[in-house]
T-cell receptor, first 113, second 114 residues
Framework: GNSVTQMEGPVTLSEEAFLTINCTYTATGYPSLFWYVQYPGEGLQLLLKATKADDKGSNKGFEATYRKETTSFHLEKGSVQVSDSAVYFC????????????FGSGTRLQVQP | DGGITQSPKYLFRKEGQNVTLSCEQNLNHDAMYWYRQDPGQGLRLIYYSQIVNDFQKGDIAEGYSVSREKKESFPLTVTSAQKNPTAFYLCASNPRGGFADTQYFGPGTRLTVL
């Protein structure tokens, strides 16, 4: 079946540190890949996405590259801010059947001033 | 502004009661979804609907029911048969088209069983 594996959190960083959150996937087919962010008590917001191999998604200083050979979609940011503190979800979606998102378990990021 | 609304934000239920969670969207999206989120876990799919008057079970449909009588509305009923209903419930929607389309989420309803 399809699945997404994320690194466990929490990830605690100081402001301006470099961020990497690892994400790998298993899929029967060629999925689109997504990163969503969730702030406390809220729904999910799309952060970025990539639809085919070697695509790079980017938004608000975050980047992730679709690596088909390693089935990965790691999230990176060069300099985190306190306002980036949230839970980050990696997800995949196939172009067949229900087209629902399959999520990883989420990674909590805590950025300290 | 276009978006997805969910109500109520917080809901308390006594054991043995059925409760209905509302989800409304004005994005003119064909497809709608219900997910359940438990602490420290990702979201799991309960039900989905890709067109009006049609819906399908997701991965954890037992103890839940839905209807899709209007394009903009997809209410979820948590029945007394759901053994552990305390969770955060998220509704989502997207255009029926390609799999790269963004899926938009509502703000969620937190259900607590007393």
């Amino acid at each position: 079946g399809n699945s997404v594996t994320q690194m466990e959190g929490p990830v605690t960083l100081s402001e301006e540190a470099f961020l990497t959150i690892n994400c790998t996937y298993t899929a029967t087919g060629y999925p689109s890949l997504f990163w969503y962010v969730q702030y406390p008590g809220e729904g999910l917001q799309l952060l970025l996405k990539a639809t085919k191999a070697d695509d790079k998604g980017s938004n608000k200083g975050f980047e992730a590259t679709y690596r088909k050979e390693t089935t990965s979609f790691h999230l990176e940011k060069g300099s985190v801010q306190v306002s980036d503190s949230a839970v980050y979800f990696c997800a995949l979606r196939l172009d067949t059947g229900r087209r629902a998102l399959t999520f990883g378990s989420g990674t909590r990021l805590q950025v300290q001033p | 502004d276009g978006g997805i609304t969910q109500s109520p934000k917080y809901l308390f239920r006594k054991e043995g009661q059925n409760v209905t969670l509302s989800c409304e969207q004005n994005l003119n999206h064909d497809a709608m979804y219900w997910y359940r989120q438990d602490p420290g876990q990702g979201l799991r799919l309960i039900y989905y609907s890709q067109i009006v008057n049609d819906f399908q079970k997701g991965d954890i449909a037992e103890g839940y029911s839905v209807s899709r009588e209007k394009k903009e509305s997809f209410p979820l009923t948590v029945t007394s048969a759901q053994k552990n209903p305390t969770a955060f419930y998220l509704c989502a929607s997207n255009p029926r088209g390609g799999f790269a389309d963004t899926q938009y989420f509502g703000p969620g309803t937190r259900l607590t069983v007393l």
